[in-house]
């Protein structure tokens, strides 16, 4: 279907009501919560849609999830919910932003083939990730701003 070897996920807040009034009589209880959307510094009532989409904007896979669900979890499920996902694509490099970290989820992504490529965590060692992405081929103009401003990174 793609030939793509660059992926790219994200996460974006899908708010269901504002109000208080609507949230105590939506029919969503239980399904949705409050969470925290640190990009627009502010808490919204509802789900998250996780993205993993090639940099022409082609959606790879997505998932529907509580406002506060792990985003690396979430991500691992988008996996395990189609285990060919990543059996027929060897060798993808995978960009996402700062949230997706941590040991044993890198671990996974590298036991399952894939090259994960973030923005360092303050206290991190930039250096990998710069010399990371001067391996990637840079997106033809008009990739979403994701991998853009991944390619923009500027040390320090």
């Not at 996460?11 to 939506?26: H, N």
């Not at 959307?37 to 919204?44: D, I, N, T, V």
């Not at 103009?141 to 994701?146: A, F, K, L, P």
Request: hydrophobic residues 40%; charged residues 20%.
């Amino acid at each position: 279907m793609w030939t793509d070897d660059v992926w790219v996920a994200d996460s974006t807040p899908v708010e269901c009501a504002r109000s208080r009034e609507a949230v105590a009589r939506s029919d969503l209880a239980g399904w949705v919560e409050y969470g925290y959307c640190a990009s627009h510094s502010r808490f919204f009532w509802g789900l998250r849609l996780h993205l993993l989409a090639t940099l022409q904007r082609l959606p790879v896979g997505f998932a529907l999830a509580g406002a506060k669900a792990d985003e690396r979890q979430t991500l691992l499920g988008i996996f395990d919910t189609d285990p060919t996902l990543l059996a027929e694509h060897p060798g993808q490099t995978l960009i996402t932003d700062k949230s997706y970290f941590g040991r044993d989820f890198e671990t996974e992504l590298a036991e399952a083939g894939v090259d994960l490529l973030r923005p360092a965590r303050k206290g991190e060692a930039q250096m990998q990730m710069q010399m990371q992405m001067q391996m990637v081929p840079k997106p033809r103009q008009g990739s979403i701003h994701t991998a853009d401003a991944a390619w923009n990174t500027q040390s320090p």
